[in-house]
């Protein structure tokens, strides 16, 4: 399977990126999906984006939960399906969050298992300025902890968003609104 990467911080456009690409593959008879968080779907992966949606970014549960998932996504690899993957965030995107806030064991998990991982054919890092990404945040409906380093350390933020940007094959976009 083709592999296609699209990460960045939240509010840069990658859900909006991806969703866009799939159907305009669709559209011209590719085969395409998208996906986010751990490549392999797993009762793993569903545990981890379950605890995802009910602890902050970076907390122990979700920074474990996705080492573990990015241990699994190296040791099963690609499924070898006949579609193109549109993936929404990858395994670093978990270690640069992880890294951010402190867990630095499964920061190094991930790291580890890298070499092993599915392989992106293409991969697209979508940024946005610093002035722009407030604009966005202030908009929207929740804040977390992504949010609170936004306004209150963003050089730890921005830490988090340059990690993103040093994948191999990684085109950054600069997605202002």
């Known amino acids: 399977a083709m592999r296609v990467l699209v990460d960045g911080m939240d509010l840069t456009g990658k ?6 690409l799939v159907e305009e593959l669709r559209a011209n008879g590719v085969p ?7 490549i392999v779907p797993s009762g793993l992966s ?28 190296a040791l099963l690899g690609d499924d070898g399906a006949e579609v193109l993957v549109v993936q ?16 630095l064991l499964p920061a190094r998990l991930i790291d580890a298992v890298r070499p092993w991982w ?4 293409f991969a697209v890092n979508l940024r946005a300025r610093l002035p722009t990404l ?3 945040y202030r908009l929207r409906d929740h804040n977390d902890a992504v949010d609170t380093l936004l306004f ?3 050089e730890r933020f921005m830490a988090i968003e340059d990690r993103l940007a040093i ?11």
């Open 15 to 20: 859900t909006t990126l991806a969703w866009r």
């Open 32 to 38: 395409a999906v998208r996906q986010v968080g751990p």
């Open 46 to 73: 569903r545990w981890t984006q379950q605890a995802y949606r009910r602890n902050a970014p970076g907390s122990a549960p979700v920074s474990w939960g996705y080492a573990a998932c990015a241990a699994l996504d």
């Open 88 to 103: 929404e965030v990858g395994p670093d995107h978990a270690a640069a969050f992880a890294e951010a806030f402190g867990r």
């Open 118 to 121: 599915p392989r992106w054919d």
């Open 134 to 136: 407030q604009a966005r």
């Open 152 to 154: 209150t350390d963003t």
């Open 167 to 177: 994948q191999p094959l990684m085109l950054a976009v600069l997605t202002e609104g």
